[in-house]
């Protein structure tokens, strides 16, 4: 099983927590849950991301990228179109615990997937340690200089992206009079 391949795998595992949280599941939800593990592998096959051998360096470009990927958060999520499966689950999650800063909220899920790997016998780095406690951090961060909450984004469902796709034109015009 290839690592794109496993990461759909989970997916598909935090989808049925999602469902069971009584989520929104989105277009954007099934993109992401589809076309993350695809460009990992694709990623991987091609050789794109070179590895780095210089810790420090090593260490910085992985936190540029956690503020990256969380600006990207901010622009897919104000699309409004579905959270992937594992921000659909942290923001599911911070609606019920509406007083934990989202980050933190985050961080516990990416913490209890660290376990969980781990405990099934995945090898736990400092690079692994870092980009759990930070992605949290660094979304928090970025959604607070944009002042942007995903708790209250109304996420449109694949029912509604479905009429809003293929409903007849004008059909959702009033009647004139």
Known sequence: LSFGGA???VSVLVLAIDLALREKIGLGTILNAVLVGVFLDLYDLIGIVPELSNLPLGIAVMVAGLFAMS???YFYMTAALGC????TLF???GKRF???PIGAVNTAVMAAALLGGWLLGAPIGI???IST???GVAMQIVFRLLRFEPRSVAHEGLIE???ALFAPKGADESPPG
């Not at 992937?84 to 921000?87: A, H, L, N, Q």
């Open 7 to 9: 990461g759909i795998g």
């Open 71 to 73: 600006l990207g958060q």
């Open 84 to 87: 992937g499966p594992r921000d």
């Open 91 to 93: 923001v599911g999650l």
């Open 98 to 100: 509406p007083k934990i």
């Open 127 to 129: 690079g692994t340690v």
């Open 133 to 135: 406690i930070g992605i």
């Open 161 to 163: 992206t479905a009429r």
